[in-house]
């Protein structure tokens, strides 16, 4: 795989990030059912979800984690390759906690083709020749 293959990879977890946001907001493509939305409306969240700050005690430091491991993804960084695999197990130890989720079918696809993306593209980090790149050291020159 080419440098530029990698990032087009990389540039299109972003657009499909944005996408799953996005499709979030809009109503048009919350196909579940008046019921089925109040029942969730009805489910306790979970405890340290249901304050503005455990939400930013604990998911904020693990945005900007997982923010700086793609940007040292995107620039071949091997710091970014490791802190973007141990925010990623982090994220998806911590998943259960976070309480139960409504979603569309249409956010749940883009969701799991977002989730195989990010996995393909950390598989790629480590066990394909664009490792090389994240290897590389620069020296400094006399």
């Known amino acids: 795989m080419t440098t ?30 008046k019921a089925l939305a109040d029942a969730y409306a009805n ?6 979800v249901s304050t503005w700050w455990g939400v930013f005690c604990i998911l904020m430091p693990l945005g900007i984690a997982g923010l700086a491991g793609f940007i040292g993804l995107f620039f071949f960084k091997k710091w970014g390759r490791t802190l973007s695999l141990y925010t990623t197990i982090v994220m998806v130890l911590i998943q259960p906690f976070l309480g139960a989720s409504l979603t569309s079918g249409i956010e749940d696809s883009v ?16 066990c394909s020749p ?7 050291t620069i020296t400094a020159r006399p």
């Open 4 to 33: 530029y293959r990698y990032r087009q990879l990389l540039w299109f977890s972003v657009g499909l990030s944005l996408l799953n946001v996005a499709l979030a907001f809009f109503p048009i493509f919350q196909t579940y059912s």
């Open 43 to 48: 489910e306790p969240l979970a405890v340290w």
């Open 111 to 126: 969701g799991d083709l977002l989730s195989m993306l990010w996995g393909a593209i950390l598989i790629v980090s480590y």
């Open 130 to 136: 664009i490792r090389e790149r994240f290897e590389q």
